[in-house]
């Protein structure tokens, strides 16, 4: 396969190339599959993107912070039990120096002198390791909020798509079927599949470099029309989108406002302001039904996005029954 699609045999490109040949990860499999199937050019940055959304290192990375953080914890844990030694040691000299109040006219001065120095003894080790833990406990707070924002934007970097800044395969998979087990008998989750009409055609007249940044700004306006949105590139030029709508006619009207926006903006390349003319889109719509499993609904969306493919694209289908 290396040699088949000209990618350097790279740790990060050959882990991909094998793991696709052994079939261990679905998702590799499936996209690389769709890239081959659709005839367009396995590149080093999908190969790469492909390593770091699926194989080991991400992982890794968490697994590290992980354990800093337990490792801090435990010293926190540590230095809490120091204190409670110390808090005992200090009530047992305050019973003593109580014993030594109370029987003060049958002790000698010099048995007073030595209760209370032993009071005072323990009071000045008390107040040390008060300030030592709470000079400690600042420390610490700063090392495990440093810790904590590094292990958030780990798992963010883990379910990101690094090119367009939306949602990965790996983000996707994981709403689709969060989604899908908390669904309800009212629910108004609505998954919408968008592929770009003959993105394989930019890339071949343009270059690679045209084509991201139309991914790139695809993703990004996409949002811009509803923040609220969840939205995930699933493949090559796929995204999928995931809505909460009142009705099927609000999801329907998004998803054509979409197209329409697309549909009605040329477009030029930043750098060299040749035109790439109108960006056209297909897209299948899908509400999530009280018995849907995570496969049964993407299925659904999938055939509805086929459906408006086979019809000359640059359309939208809409699941109109749910019964």
């Avoid at 055609?201 to 993703?219: E, K, M, P, T, Y």
């Avoid at 009207?253 to 297909?282: H, M, P, T």
Wanted: proline share 2%; aromatic share 6%; hydrophobic share 35%.
């Amino acid at each position: 396969m290396v040699g088949e699609h000209q990618t350097p045999p790279t740790p990060k490109v050959f882990e991909v190339w094998y793991r696709y040949a052994e079939g261990s990860i679905g998702p590799i499999t499936e996209q690389l599959d769709h890239v081959l199937q659709e005839g367009s050019e396995v590149t080093v940055e999908l190969l790469t993107q492909l390593h770091e959304q699926f194989c080991s290192t991400q992982d890794d990375a968490n697994d590290r912070v992980s354990y800093a953080l337990g490792k801090e914890l435990l010293s926190l844990q540590k230095l809490i039990l120091a204190q409670l030694s110390a808090g005992q040691t200090f009530s047992s000299s305050i019973n003593t120096a109580n014993s030594v109040i109370d029987t003060e006219s049958q002790m000698s001065p010099a048995e007073i002198a030595r209760g209370i120095e032993q009071l005072l003894v323990s009071n000045q080790t008390m107040q040390s390791q008060l300030n030592e833990m709470g000079s400690r406990l600042r420390q610490s707070q700063g090392q495990v909020d440093s810790l904590r924002k590094d292990l958030i934007d780990s798992h963010k970097s883990m379910l990101t798509d690094p090119l367009t800044g939306a949602g990965n395969r790996r983000f996707f998979d994981n709403l689709l079927s969060r989604l899908a087990a908390e669904r309800q008998e009212d629910s108004n989750v609505f998954l919408m599949l968008i592929d770009l009409d003959d993105f394989k055609g930019i890339n071949d007249q343009f270059g690679h470099a045209a084509g991201d940044q139309v991914l790139r700004f695809v993703s990004a306006e996409t949002v811009k029309l509803r923040p609220e949105i969840s939205l995930a590139r699933y493949g090559g030029d796929e995204f999928a989108l995931f809505m909460d709508s009142c009705s099927t006619e609000e999801a329907t009207d998004f998803a054509d406002q979409v197209r329409r926006f697309f549909s009605s903006n040329s477009l030029r390349l930043a750098r060299s302001k040749e035109s790439l003319g109108r960006i056209s889109l297909s897209i299948g719509v899908a509400r999530l039904r009280p018995d849907d499993c995570a496969d049964s609904w993407f299925e659904r969306a999938d055939g509805l996005l086929y459906r408006a493919k086979e019809s000359g694209r640059n359309c939208v289908m809409v699941e109109r029954s749910i019964d």
